[in-house]
């Protein structure tokens, strides 16, 4: 198979994926929290996301 194409459908099969459990992740932290507290959960999910991806 081509490098390219195989580079192609990685990043296609990634993208998706780390989206998904960056929802996933939101989602799970939001169902047991209060109303006060989703600001805070949001913040540090938003953290994280920046973190993996790379930036401060």
């Known amino acids: 198979m081509d490098?390219?194409?195989i580079g192609m459908v990685a990043a296609l099969g990634v993208i998706p994926?780390?989206?998904v459990a960056?929802?996933?992740m939101v989602w799970l932290a939001m169902r047991g929290?209060?109303?006060h507290?989703?600001?805070t959960v949001?913040?540090?999910a938003a953290d994280v996301i920046r973190a993996?991806?790379?930036r401060k």
């Open 3 to 5: 490098p390219i194409m």
């Open 17 to 19: 994926s780390v989206a």
């Open 22 to 24: 960056a929802v996933l």
């Open 33 to 35: 929290t209060d109303s």
């Open 37 to 39: 507290h989703r600001a």
């Open 42 to 44: 949001l913040r540090a």
């Open 52 to 54: 993996v991806r790379g």
